[in-house]
């Protein structure tokens, strides 16, 4: 267990004491076996199967395995390496296909007499050529991947063009706050665990550790850079086609680092900018009925971890549920986003995410019914 | 030859009967609990690192079994996270310095006095020293995993994660305290290495004829003679950290730097992994071509490119670090070194390639793993060549690739060859063969076994499985993959299985060995199966690489031979010869130290040191310190058995 102090189950934790101490399960307790996302709702997403533009055998590659990063590249960047990636694959198989024929060459070339008492020793000459022309290909390869590397290097170094879009990203344990920056102060809003971006024009990310280091992946845009704490790395990315791409933490970074992914959407640039005026503007809290009670409780047992722009719920230890109905996934990309999924995940996040901060908020069925009803409604 | 003056001209003669009788009685150690707790003989002390790294290795074999089963499909909950992370931590923790190392450490320490015709290594003492530090830090380890507390931020270790506001148990005081003192036992050992290849070769062993072996365990000495007061500094200052409150790793407002604990540790961790595979590699290079009847191709260029490793494995930590946000032009020179230190690996390759196919292979087990690790050493060199490219280490950094390559280095590289060497050398440690039977169906199970098991992970990692997550999803195209990988580790763990049967079996019933069953060329061959306490009746005498096969090679003219069975006398109590560093002139008689129960002492009080640290009991630190300082005088306490002494029958 971390933290030496018992999980309390049944109760709110400090959120202080849960900054200082995030908290594991005891070492040794059985599992309670939960609903996993497909249980509760009879199906997952499948991220690239719903866009697929094509229905090329690279799409199809990329829908089987969404994270691979071996095809489907979108963008300059990812674009730039994907052939760098291929090309040393293919050395590498080369090399380890000509070692194996070289191998089993030499040694059933002329296999020795075994058992003899006394075995044959043969002199010590020849061979060396083999060990010359060996190593002096092999330096000719290793030298030209090293500036084949250092050219792929400096071309995805710096983007294409200026940024039109800077991105701020701070991973938590384990889940991603996004806020898009803009000079102008009005326009900057923070959401989590999706980021738009517009198709065809470089996007620079600030990436910030916020509590542990975690690393900001997605395979089919651009490779992996950590986010430190104490410093902010940057990162700049093209998508050059429309379409949702997934993204995953890849630093180990405590109990749900399995759980930590993130979704990318690329829209066009017309649709990016109506996206992005909608998440500005404020979510309309409800006058009345269940969906103000919805309101109301959500208020009182999620806002002071969680916001929604707009309402009283201000929190800021747990993501910005601001425009929540618009995101595709819920629990930083566990669960796809359905009124059953967001049901199950409220009634017990520690079953489908064990050892993650949020805690089994003490509600009524119906109670949570209607706080699942009115983050339906924000849209 | 050259006696310096303060001592006796020792005799020469040949191995008698009643010299040998003499030695015995005073080399033995004596029999019972006595002698077994206060032995300094190095074959002891090399055997027990042997069985001991075993048992870590089954251990950790255990905890890879029991998360591969997590693994074998998405989303199974037969573990929880938290269980999940202190097993792949403990996993990573026993293999990399538990096994890995001390394996290596037991071969060389059986190995090297009789590779160089020597009766001891240098300091015997400090040799116990290191067993039984080595030990008690695997122990110290292993009881924070008994009680529920292992270590669970990964064997790297990675800081603000393993920071006290992170991970608040005592998990991570006790790998940090563990490492410490698991450093004091590599240090030591490292330095009897460096020390025993400068000054106890046989005279006329040149540093150009001693085996590889000894070139590889001397370079990884002193690659951890200068790597591991970096990662015992790492976690000293983590423990300050966690414990009294500095503030190295403090990210939090502290002004310290997560990153400054990546380099500390990663300085050390690259060197390490050269350290952990470069003395595996020599026992390939000396095993070898045993079994393709003629010497290693290359000689001086395997020994070279294994220095060469070494050096240029300074200056390539930083790709572990390629994704932390470090400047282009520092990523291209790391990138490049990274690239270009596989060209001393390709020395070896080729070295191997052409002595196999020059020489004519007789296919026993031990040749079936040497010769195998040429190809897995190959797969894992290519895969880290591809994560030496930083564009594409982006992407493959912290998936399974990387989990493929690492596997493909020190299973490939480490197990596979010290698989090799027990089937090689076990004739000589106990004076019985292991079944060749057993040992085709051994070797055939494991090669299949752990190709099945690791090869996909290649493929699992470039579809983006990231590392270390206790499950994945379904729907992200990983879910066959991880169960041939599950299945593959499996039939491994059975091949490891049959190894273990082999030799317990073998041990009681195994054919008689005799002296030199391979009709191998090196000194370790030239005493009995298993050898006497003193190794060597007379000290060798040694004019070639190949001493027991100098009147088979051509082209040597017949008045510079090695003897083997003839040289130095030495039995005026403990006593070995000591050789100048180049070209090994005698110069000196050493008079080595007898079985004491000082190092065993002295490990316990060390130990209690790091207890008395873990438990903030700090009359516990100040009494053990006193233990430390009493040990260290009786230790060191002058002895006249030891002292030079002018004979009378010679002054």
Redesign the interface.
């Known amino acids: 267990?971390?933290?030496?102090?018992p999980w309390p189950a049944d109760h709110y934790l400090d959120a202080s004491i849960a900054g200082?101490?995030?908290l594991?399960?005891?070492?040794?307790?059985p599992?309670v076996?939960k609903p996993?996302?497909?249980a509760a709702d009879g199906h997952?997403?499948?991220l690239h199967a719903s866009i697929n533009p094509s229905g090329n055998l690279l799409w199809a590659a990329s829908s089987?395995?969404?994270?691979?990063?071996?095809t489907g590249a979108s963008g300059a960047k990812a674009g730039?390496?994907l052939p760098?990636?291929w090309g040393?694959?293919a050395?590498?198989v080369a090399?380890?296909a000509i070692?194996?024929v070289?191998?089993a060459?030499?040694?059933w070339?002329?296999?020795?007499?075994?058992r003899a008492p006394?075995?044959?020793?043969?002199?010590?000459?020849?061979?060396?050529n083999?060990?010359w022309?060996?190593?002096a290909v092999?330096?000719l390869a290793?030298?030209a991947?090293?500036i084949?590397?250092?050219k792929?290097?400096?071309e995805?170094?710096k983007p294409p063009a200026a940024p039109g879009l800077v991105i701020e990203v701070t991973a938590h344990?384990w889940w991603w706050e996004v806020r898009y920056l803009d000079p102008d102060a009005r326009r900057i809003f923070t959401t989590a665990n999706e980021i738009h971006i517009p198709t065809g024009t470089p996007v620079q990310f600030k990436?910030i550790?916020g509590?542990?280091?975690h690393?900001f992946w997605i395979?089919a845009l651009?490779?992996?850079?950590?986010m430190?704490?104490?410093?902010t790395?940057?990162l700049w990315l093209e998508a050059d086609k429309p379409g949702t791409y997934r993204g995953?933490?890849?630093?180990?970074?405590?109990?749900?680092?399995?759980?930590m992914a993130f979704v990318v959407v690329a829209d066009t640039p017309r649709d990016f900018a109506a996206w992005r005026s909608h998440q500005i503007a404020p979510d309309v809290t409800p006058g009345g009925g269940v969906l103000a009670s919805g309101a109301a409780y959500f208020r009182m047992k999620c806002g002071s971890c969680h916001a929604v722009r707009g309402s009283d719920a201000a929190g800021v230890l747990g993501p910005d549920l601001s425009h929540f109905a618009t995101r595709q996934m819920i629990a930083a990309g566990?669960l796809a986003n359905t009124p059953q999924n967001l049901s199950a995940w409220i009634e017990d996040p520690q079953g489908i995410k064990?050892?993650n901060l949020m805690q089994k908020p003490e509600l009524s069925a119906e109670q949570r019914g209607q706080i699942v009803a009115y983050l339906e409604t924000l849209k | 030859m050259t006696i310096s003056d303060y001592t006796r001209a020792p005799s020469v003669g040949t191995e008698q009967p009643e010299l040998a009788a003499r030695l015995q009685k005073i080399w033995e150690t004596a029999p019972g609990i006595g002698g077994w707790l206060s032995t300094v003989d190095h074959k002891e002390i090399g055997l027990r690192y042997i069985v001991t790294a075993f048992a870590f290795l089954i251990l950790g074999g255990v905890e890879a079994l029991i998360f591969r089963l997590q693994l074998s499909w998405s989303?199974r909950?037969?573990?929880?996270?938290?269980?999940y992370?202190?097993l792949f931590t403990m996993h990573g923790m026993t293999m990399i310095f538990l096994y890995a190392g001390p394996v290596l450490s037991g071969f060389s320490n059986y190995l090297w006095p009789l590779l160089l015709g020597s009766r001891d290594m240098a300091l015997p003492r400090l040799n116990a020293l290191s067993y039984w530090i080595y030990l008690f830090a695997g122990i110290f380890l292993y009881a924070a995993f008994a009680i529920?507390?292992?270590p669970?931020?990964?064997w790297f270790n990675?800081v603000?994660?393993a920071a006290r506001?992170?991970?608040?148990?005592p998990?991570i005081d006790f790998y940090a305290l563990g490492m410490i003192l698991l450093g004091i036992s590599t240090t030591v050992g490292a330095v009897n290495f460096v020390v025993t290849f400068m000054r106890m070769r046989a005279p006329g062993m040149s540093i150009n004829r001693v085996p590889i072996l000894i070139w590889g365990t001397l370079t990884a000495s002193m690659a951890n003679i200068f790597a591991i007061p970096a990662v015992s500094l790492a976690f000293f200052l983590l423990w300050m950290d966690r414990n009294v409150g500095t503030h190295f790793f403090d990210?939090?407002g502290g002004g310290?730097?997560?990153?400054l604990w990546q380099h500390l540790f990663w300085m050390f961790g690259h060197p390490w992994v050269y350290a952990i595979v470069l003395p595996a590699m020599g026992m390939v290079s000396d095993g070898l071509p045993v079994f393709?009847?003629?010497?290693l191709?290359?000689y001086s260029?395997v020994a070279l490119a294994t220095v060469a490793t070494m050096v240029l494995g300074f200056g390539v930590w930083v790709h572990h670090m390629f994704?932390?946000?470090l400047p282009?032009i520092s990523?291209?020179f790391f990138?490049?070194a990274s690239?270009?230190i596989?060209?001393p690996s390709?020395?070896g390759?080729?070295?191997w390639?052409?002595?196999?196919?020059?020489?004519?292979?007789?296919?026993?087990t031990p040749f079936l793993f040497f010769?195998s690790f040429?190809?897995l050493f190959?797969?894992g060199g290519?895969?880290g060549?591809?994560t030496?490219?930083?564009?594409?280490?982006?992407?493959l950094?912290?998936?399974y690739f990387v989990v493929a390559h690492i596997h493909y280095v020190l299973i490939g590289i480490n197990v596979f060859p010290v698989a090799g060497a027990i089937y090689f050398w076990f004739p000589k440690f106990t004076g019985r063969m292991l079944d060749e039977r057993l040992g085709r169906w051994n070797f055939w199970t494991m090669f299949v076994g752990f190709n099945l098991g690791f090869f996909p992970m290649h493929i699992s990692g470039?579809?983006?499985?990231?590392?270390?997550?206790?499950?994945?999803?379904?729907?992200?195209?990983?879910d066959w993959i991880n169960l041939i990988s599950t299945i593959g580790s499996f039939v491994f763990a059975a091949g490891v299985l049959m190894l273990i049967w082999n030799v317990l079996k073998s041990v009681r019933s195994g054919a008689m060995a005799g002296d030199n069953p391979w009709?191998a060329?090196t000194l370790e061959w030239a005493t009995s199966s298993p050898p006497p306490p003193y190794n060597f009746v007379v000290i060798p005498t040694v004019q070639s690489r190949h001493p027991l096969?100098e009147d088979?090679?051509?082209?040597r003219p017949d008045e510079a031979r090695s003897h083997p069975h003839a040289g130095l006398v030495l039995e005026h109590g403990r006593e070995a010869i000591g050789t100048d560093p180049l070209d090994a002139q005698p110069d000196i008689i050493l008079k080595m130290p007898g079985d004491s129960y000082a190092p065993l002492v002295f490990a316990i009080a060390v130990t209690a040191i790091f207890i008395g640290l873990l438990l903030l009991a700090w009359w516990l630190v100040a009494v053990a310190f006193v233990g430390v300082a009493a040990t260290t005088i009786v230790w060191l306490w002058p002895e006249r058995a030891l002292g030079e002494t002018r004979e009378p029958a010679n002054g």
Not at chain 2, 388 to 395: A, I, N, R, T
Request: some cysteine.
């Open positions: 267990m971390r933290g030496g102090v200082m101490f995030p594991r399960d005891r070492f040794g307790e599992h076996e996993a996302a497909s997952t997403v499948e089987l395995a969404p994270l691979n990063y071996v730039e390496t760098l990636t040393v694959i050395i590498s090399v380890m070692i194996a070289l191998l060459l030499a040694i070339r002329r296999p020795g007499i075994a006394r075995m044959a020793v043969g002199p010590d000459e020849g061979g060396a083999f060990l022309i060996g190593v092999s330096t290793l030298l991947t090293i084949w590397t250092v792929v290097l400096a995805i170094g344990q990436l550790g509590d542990v280091i690393s395979p651009s490779g992996k850079t950590d430190i704490p104490g410093q790395n940057e995953q933490c890849s630093e180990y970074c405590g109990l749900e680092h399995a759980k566990v064990p050892g | 989303d909950h037969l573990l929880n996270p938290e269980q992370d202190q529920g507390f292992g669970n931020d990964g990675y603000p994660l506001a992170y991970n608040g148990g998990n990210t939090a310290g730097s997560a990153l393709c009847r003629r010497p191709v290359g260029a994704a932390t946000g282009n990523l291209s990138s490049a690239i270009i596989a060209v390709a020395v390759v080729f070295a390639l052409a002595t196999i196919w020059t020489g004519r292979p007789v296919f026993t010769s040429i190809l190959t797969i290519v895969s060549f591809m030496g490219s930083v564009p594409v280490d982006w992407q950094t912290d998936t470039l579809l983006g499985m990231p590392r270390r997550v206790y499950t994945y999803a379904e729907g992200m195209g990983w009709d060329p096969w088979r090679l051509e082209g």
